[in-house]
T-cell receptor
Framework: DVKVTQSSRYLVKRTGEKVFLECVQDMDHENMFWYRQDPGLGLRLIYF???????EKGDIPEGYSVSREKKERFSLILESASTNQTSMYLC??????????????FGPGTRLTVL | GQQLNQSPQSMFIQEGEDVSMNCTSSSIFNTWLWYKQDPGEGPVLLIALYKAGELTSNGRLTAQFGITRKDSFLNISASIPSDVGIYFCAGSNTNAGKSTFGDGTTLTVKP
């Protein structure tokens, strides 16, 4: 059974803290994604990685960075958390588009609250 | 960037009713996908469409890829309580690794 796991389901942090959100996939997928989900705003892409050590900015990268040192792991970093980063964060992975029709497999999400 | 307009934003229906939702885009896509997100979980793929004009069914779900390649719809027939959740459309192009997602349709089904 294919799986994308995220390190925490719920996380509470303080303003100014450095926050790491971890995502691991066991499907040997090249592509990995971080999204932010807010009510009424759908899924907004923060960063995208198409290979180890390769990354591309999404629609809302400000305030975030990412790291992909191994194929199976993609980390989202909030350098200095702020209250407007309180949200649900979803990680996803997919095979290259010439293999599948871009189906993405999602983790269960991490609900982050920044106080 | 590309934008998808998904409607309606929310629906409150009675069990047994049919449901219809759609997505439109200002850009052409060569793949349309529909996902469902159950409460507390990540989205899961329901149906994928990769041919303009294609009509695909999956049980009580039917989806169509618009002939202009700028729109798609999803129908759910005879809704049941477990249909509750958020439905997302997504468009993508074969040579891009990523998809553009709609804002979602939140479905509530009253028993």
């Amino acid at each position: 059974d294919v799986k994308v796991t995220q390190s925490s389901r719920y996380l509470v942090k303080r303003t100014g803290e450095k926050v790491f959100l971890e995502c691991v996939q066991d499907m040997d997928h090249e592509n990995m994604f971080w999204y932010r989900q807010d009510p009424g705003l759908g899924l907004r892409l923060i960063y995208f990685s198409y290979d180890v050590k390769m990354k591309e900015k999404g629609d809302i990268p400000e305030g975030y960075s990412v790291s992909r040192e191994k194929k199976e792991r993609f980390s989202l970093i909030l350098e200095s958390a702020s209250t407007n980063q309180t949200s649900m964060y979803l990680c996803a992975s997919s095979s290259p588009p010439d293999v599948t029709y871009n189906e993405q497999f999602f983790g269960p999400g991490t609900r982050l609250t920044v106080l | 960037g590309q934008q998808l307009n998904q409607s309606p934003q929310s629906m409150f229906i009675q069990e047994g009713e049919d449901v219809s939702m759609n997505c439109t885009s200002s850009s052409i896509f060569n793949t349309w996908l529909w996902y469902k997100q159950d409460p507390g979980e990540g989205p899961v793929l329901l149906i994928a469409l990769y041919k303009a004009g294609e009509l695909t069914s999956n049980g009580r779900l039917t989806a169509q890829f618009g002939i202009t390649r700028k729109d798609s719809f999803l129908n759910i027939s005879a809704s049941i309580p477990s249909d509750v959740g958020i439905y997302f459309c997504a468009g993508s192009n074969t040579n891009a690794g990523k998809s553009t997602f709609g804002d979602g349709t939140t479905l509530t089904v009253k028993p």
